[in-house]
């Protein structure tokens, strides 16, 4: 295998340099906005599709962590009607679903996984170019070290996400949808009963069904939330470095101990994901931004979580 023709293939350069990272508009884990930089680096033009996930299965005889039973000895206390394969679907059409209970709208689903997003039933043979969903952290960690790649910090994310604009809250401007053109897969309507669909897309969509940013990547916001490889810290961007200027350099989230959910002592750590989802809405969720962020346990996939991988360049590549 040619890895660095591989690397390369349907990755876009994004030029090193320094922006804003963060935000004082929105949520409070997105503050402070602070003066970073990063090195370059390529980043894939899209999220993975469930086609190149299935190359990468084909390879390797890989499993995903929704497609193994949990087991008592990882998971004390599992209920026995959870010990069995599958992920989480988003079911709105389950009773008592209320916007004051993120779970109501949630389903553990037997037989989910990437292969089948909506359970036994479903399928993926017309959602090739559709983004892989169901795929947990090492999931996602395991097809970057297969293609010779890596999954990208939060400060690269965002600012490849960002596209080259300065300050602006979407990846293309201040306005969500500027002049009525939906320039991404999002929730219209009021989530979580009420989709009016003008963005043409219920649930994921094709990679390039909306346009591309400065940097020539498509899907940085909306479709599917992504993957970092940083842990979660409640203030982002841990400095590691700083240039001649004193700027944090290709800063870092926090610690893995750090990354653990206080109320859940037990819990698994968790990764920052970015971008949003198409069950991001104005109501909801607004994190359909480049400087928005979440907290994910690395052993929880779901319908609406993808990635998508960097190759860091050598000085001079």
Known sequence: MDTGRLQRAGMRFVPGGEFDMGSNRFYPEEAPVRRVRVDSFLMDEVPVTNAEFARFVAATGYVTLAEVAPTIRDYPGLLPEMAVAGSTVFDPDQPAVTLRNPA?????????????PLGPDSGIEDLDDHPVVHVAYPDARAYADWAGKSLPTEAEWEYAARGGL?????????????????????????????NTLEDGWERTSPVRAFPANGYGLFDTIGNV????????????GVQTSSDCCGLPMNPRGGTEHESHDVTLPDGMPRKVIKGGSHLCALNYCRRFRPAARHPQPIDSPTSHIGFRCVVHLEPGG
């Open 104 to 116: 109501s709208w949630w389903a553990y689903r037997p037989g989910a996984n990437w292969r089948r």
């Open 166 to 194: 300065a300050g602006a809250d979407y990846a293309w401007g201040n306005e969500l949808a500027p002049g009525g053109v939906m320039m991404a897969n999002y929730w219209q309507g009021e989530f979580p009963r009420s």
């Open 225 to 236: 939330w992504e993957w970092t490889q940083d842990w979660w810290s409640r203030h982002p």
